[in-house]
């Protein structure tokens, strides 16, 4: 199998456990072993099936910043994956029951542009002037793969392992928080399962965000004003099944909330 037909047999097996709702095996075997380029060339395949779809896509997000979400999937490194529109969850609305495949929760913050930023070498400086405001998130992450036994190879080419988000409704100026030192304390039915603080994302979210910035402008497709960011976890990911009610605060930021609809043909 070539390069080329081994990238669209990865896209079209993450596809079909998409549409079957049942997880696949790890792709890594249908790439060339550690290729993280023809990971993102999976990715690429993907977000390009998505817009000719009638998908839009509205930012990105980046993954595996967290030192626990490295331990937790044995990575050391950041990656990142694409947000469509049709991800987004309203504050209020739960999560169908059975709409991803093994759903895990994660706090973050978010950030949305103002302006574009299309240096290869940004500054924080740069960053800074172009975000126009910070909100808390959750990330409700998934994966397509059996178990969630992934490498690197195996989450960036399923999308950075990217499921559905959830934004908080108070946009925050980057002036009236430091991002490095806010703290993060998520609950599952009113008991804590995760914390974290800013400095857990690279050392700050600002930094992952620059990271992200500058990865996407090497690859010619460079953040714009408009389009949101989601930073990277806080803190450890958990597991979410029907039922669930998650909420994070995030120190200077607020709170963001979201549920899990109950199992189909559940009884109170």
């Known amino acids: ?47 390009t099936r998505g817009l000719k779809s009638g998908r839009r896509l509205v930012g990105r997000k980046i993954g595996l910043t967290s030192p626990a979400v490295q331990a937790q999937l044995g990575v050391d490194q950041p990656d990142f994956g694409a947000l469509f529109a049709d991800m987004a969850v309203p504050e209020g609305e739960a999560v169908a029951y059975g709409r991803l495949l093994q759903p895990k929760v994660e706090a973050e913050v978010a950030l949305v542009l103002g302006a574009d930023l299309p240096h290869r070498d940004p500054t ?97 497709d460079p953040l714009k004003a408009g389009d949101l960011v989601l930073t990277g976890a806080l803190g450890p990911m958990v597991p979410a099944a029907a039922g669930d009610e998650f909420s994070a605060r995030i120190e200077g930021l607020g709170t963001v909330t979201t549920a899990f609809a109950a199992m189909e043909g559940a009884t109170a």
């Not at 896209?11 to 990971?39: M, N």
């Open 124 to 220: 924080m400086a740069d960053l800074l002037r172009a975000t126009a405001f910070a909100l808390p998130a959750l990330e409700i992450v998934d994966s397509r793969i059996a178990d969630w036994d992934i490498s690197l190879v195996d989450t960036v080419a399923d999308n950075a392992s990217c499921g559905l988000f959830v934004l908080g409704g108070s946009p925050v100026p980057l002036d009236r928080v430091d991002l490095r030192a806010v703290t993060m304390s998520m609950t599952r039915g009113g008991e804590v399962v995760s914390r974290g603080s800013g400095a857990d994302c690279l050392g700050s979210p600002l930094t992952a965000a620059l990271w992200l910035a500058a990865t996407l402008a090497r690859h010619g």
């Open 1 to 47: 199998m070539n390069a080329v037909d081994a990238v669209i047999k990865a896209a079209d097996v993450l596809e079909e456990a998409t549409r079957s709702k049942v997880p696949c095996p790890p792709v890594r075997s249908l790439l060339p072993e550690g290729d993280i380029e023809a990971a993102y060339a999976v990715q690429r395949h993907h977000v």
